[in-house]
């Protein structure tokens, strides 16, 4: 059930980007409105989903207890937590390279015999992954010691990709 709420609060956002963009491309002003008015609702939906989200977790004391334990994490906020609560139920229970190939994060090396390509991630699970990466690009910002693993790197003129991943 919270992975039907967490699903259905993503693509409503989706769908509120969708309907924004199109609005800024309009030219005629009623149509302008009735799209304003159409990113209003789904703005509204929003809030709604996120307040059942919130009525589920608090509801039941296992999902109320992770949740407080994630969120005491600097960065993680309600959504990333729903998020991992929903579609990474294995948070805890395997090792950290495990969860981060699960995701999606774990660095693969493309080698073959004497051919040597760069590390890559690919696969795991997008919407962990995705939620993850805007959690990271905002806590790479507020959070002191994320800003500053984050400035190491790039003196050390990491790729910012590389940077956010790690």
């Known amino acids: 059930a919270l992975a039907e709420l967490v699903d259905a609060r993503r693509a409503l956002c989706e769908e509120q980007v969708r309907v924004g963009n199109q609005a800024a491309q309009v030219r005629d002003p009623m149509l302008r409105r009735m799209a304003q008015r159409r990113v209003n609702r789904l703005r509204a939906d929003v809030v709604l989903l996120e307040k059942r989200l919130a009525g589920a977790v608090a509801a039941d004391p296992e999902l109320a207890d992770r949740d407080r334990r994630l969120r005491s994490v600097p960065g993680v906020g309600p959504v990333l937590s729903w998020t991992l609560m929903?579609?990474?139920?294995?948070?805890?229970?395997?090792?950290?390279?495990?969860i981060a190939a699960l995701v999606g994060v774990a660095p693969y090396d493309r080698q073959s015999g004497t051919q040597k390509g760069r590390s890559l991630i690919r696969g795991g699970r997008a919407v962990?992954?995705?939620?993850?990466?805007?959690?990271?690009?905002?806590?790479?910002?507020?959070?002191?010691?994320?800003?500053?693993?984050?400035?190491?790197?790039?003196?050390?003129?990491?790729?910012?990709?590389?940077?956010?991943?790690?």
């Open 128 to 166: 962990v992954r995705n939620v993850a990466y805007m959690a990271v690009l905002s806590a790479a910002r507020c959070n002191p010691v994320l800003a500053a693993r984050k400035q190491r790197l790039a003196e050390r003129r990491k790729p910012a990709k590389v940077i956010l991943v790690a």
């Open 86 to 98: 929903a579609h990474l139920p294995e948070l805890g229970r395997l090792s950290h390279k495990q």
